[in-house]
């Protein structure tokens, strides 16, 4: 028989969470007492304007980059051979590139 089987006699138990010691609170617990739906204010909350502008923003941001994504991954599809050529890319190079979704980045090809 090993010894580390020898050794061990009790079983291996988890801590019960009565054994825990609760944590302490810097502030009393308070009861809490529900209002009537009258008692509550009746007016909408309001956001921030800058924050739905920048939200805006941002969005038509995107928008234009993947707008101007496609186009370019359009024209670069309609480059002939001698064009292809001169600027240092080949056919497969065009075709994979032009077959990417409008969201993915485009890869720099000239490393």
Do not use: C, K
């Not at 008692?39 to 924050?51: D, R």
């Not at 969005?59 to 101007?68: D, G, K």
């Amino acid at each position: 028989m090993s010894t580390l089987v020898s050794e061990r006699r009790q079983p291996i138990i988890a801590p019960r969470l009565l054994d825990r010691v609760p944590a302490q609170r810097s502030t009393p617990r308070t009861l809490v007492t529900h209002e009537s739906a009258a008692a509550a204010p009746s007016h909408p909350v309001v956001t921030p304007p800058a924050s739905w502008s920048l939200i805006l923003g941002s969005i038509v941001a995107t928008l234009r980059v993947w707008r101007r994504r496609s186009m370019a991954r359009r024209e670069l599809a309609s480059l002939d051979e001698r064009m292809l050529r001169d600027i240092g890319l080949d056919a497969g190079t065009v075709y994979y590139e032009a077959s990417q979704s409008f969201w993915r980045t485009p890869r720099d090809w000239r490393n």
